[in-house]
C-alpha cells in the first residue's frame, strides 16, 4: 500500500474537513430540537456527537460556527437527541437545509413533535428514541463549538429494549460517512472482548 503523508495545511479548510469527514467514519447522528426564545421549534442533523460519560450521562455535539441550534441552546440551556433510524433519512436531510430563522422545521419535514418529559423542546413523535438533554458547559475549538449535555430522561420505545439495552436492528440507526454517503446499521456481528488471562493463553 503506497502511504502519502498530507499536510492538513497544504489541504486549505475545504479540503482538510473532506477528508477527515470522510475518515472519520460512521458518524452517529444527532438529530437535535430546540426552541427559540420565541417559541420557534428548531430540528436539525449533528454528526459531530458522541457519548462523553455514562456515570452521570452525558453526551455532546458540535456546531460547525453559529447555527440556529447552538443559539438556542445558550439561550434555553436544553436541547433533545433524536435517534435517525432509516425511515426517517429524508425528513433528516430536508432539516439540514439553511432554513432561514423562525422557520419550523418540524413542520417543513412533516413531523409531528411529541412532548418531552423533563425539558421543553419536543421530540421527533416518529423518533425511536430521543435523549432529553440539559446543558452541562461548551468549548469552542477552532471552528467547531462543542456542546455537553447531560441527559436527564431518555424516550425509548418499549419494543427496541432488550435487557436495559436498545436491540440495533429494531433501533435501525443510520450513520454519516463523508459527503452524501450514510451507513446502516442492519448488518451487525459481535465479538466478545477477551480478557488479559485469554490473550496471554494464547500462542
Ligand atoms: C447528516 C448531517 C450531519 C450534519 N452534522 C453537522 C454537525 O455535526 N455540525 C454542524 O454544524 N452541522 C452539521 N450538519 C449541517 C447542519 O445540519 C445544517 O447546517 C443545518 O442547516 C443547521 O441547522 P440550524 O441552523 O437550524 O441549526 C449536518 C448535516 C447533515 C445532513
Given at each position: 500500500?503506497?502511504?502519502?503523508?498530507?499536510?492538513?495545511?497544504?489541504?486549505?479548510?475545504?479540503?482538510?474537513?473532506?477528508?477527515?469527514?470522510?475518515?472519520?467514519?460512521?458518524?452517529?447522528?444527532?438529530?437535535?430540537?430546540?426552541?427559540?426564545?420565541?417559541?420557534?421549534?428548531?430540528?436539525?442533523?449533528?454528526?459531530?456527537?458522541?457519548?462523553?460519560?455514562?456515570?452521570?450521562?452525558?453526551?455532546?455535539?458540535?456546531?460547525?460556527?453559529?447555527?440556529?441550534?447552538?443559539?438556542?441552546?445558550?439561550?434555553?440551556?436544553?436541547?433533545?437527541?433524536?435517534?435517525?433510524?432509516?425511515?426517517?433519512?429524508?425528513?433528516?436531510?430536508?432539516?439540514?437545509?439553511?432554513?432561514?430563522?423562525?422557520?419550523?422545521?418540524?413542520?417543513?419535514?412533516?413531523?409531528?413533535?411529541?412532548?418531552?418529559?423533563?425539558?421543553?423542546?419536543?421530540?421527533?413523535?416518529?423518533?425511536?428514541?430521543?435523549?432529553?438533554?440539559?446543558?452541562?458547559?461548551?468549548?469552542?475549538?477552532?471552528?467547531?463549538?462543542?456542546?455537553?449535555?447531560?441527559?436527564?430522561?431518555?424516550?425509548?420505545?418499549?419494543?427496541?429494549?432488550?435487557?436495559?439495552?436498545?436491540?440495533?436492528?429494531?433501533?435501525?440507526?443510520?450513520?454519516?460517512?463523508?459527503?452524501?454517503?450514510?451507513?446502516?446499521?442492519?448488518?451487525?456481528?459481535?465479538?466478545?472482548?477477551p480478557a488479559w488471562d485469554d490473550v496471554r493463553g494464547?500462542?
Open positions: 500500500m503506497g502511504v502519502r503523508d498530507i499536510d492538513p495545511a497544504a489541504l486549505g479548510e475545504r479540503g482538510a474537513y473532506r477528508l477527515l469527514t470522510s475518515l472519520v467514519v460512521p458518524r452517529p447522528i444527532a438529530w437535535i430540537s430546540t426552541l427559540a426564545s420565541d417559541g420557534t421549534r428548531n430540528l436539525a442533523p449533528h454528526s459531530y456527537f458522541n457519548v462523553i460519560s455514562g456515570d452521570p450521562p452525558v453526551v455532546h455535539f458540535t456546531s460547525s460556527g453559529t447555527k440556529d441550534t447552538l443559539r438556542n441552546v445558550r439561550a434555553s440551556g436544553e436541547f433533545v437527541v433524536n435517534v435517525v433510524s432509516r425511515d426517517l433519512v429524508e425528513a433528516m436531510n430536508l432539516t439540514a437545509a439553511n432554513f432561514p430563522p423562525g422557520e419550523d422545521e418540524f413542520a417543513w419535514a412533516g413531523l409531528e413533535p411529541a412532548p418531552s418529559k423533563l425539558v421543553a423542546p419536543p421530540r421527533v413523535a416518529r423518533a425511536r428514541a430521543a435523549l432529553e438533554c440539559r446543558v452541562h458547559s461548551e468549548i469552542t475549538i477552532g471552528d467547531g463549538t462543542m456542546v455537553f449535555g447531560a441527559v436527564v430522561s431518555f424516550a425509548v420505545a418499549g419494543e427496541l429494549l432488550d435487557e436495559g439495552a436498545a436491540d440495533p436492528p429494531r433501533l435501525d440507526a443510520v450513520g454519516r460517512l463523508g459527503g452524501t454517503g450514510y451507513a446502516g446499521t442492519r448488518e451487525v456481528f459481535h465479538l466478545d472482548r494464547r500462542d
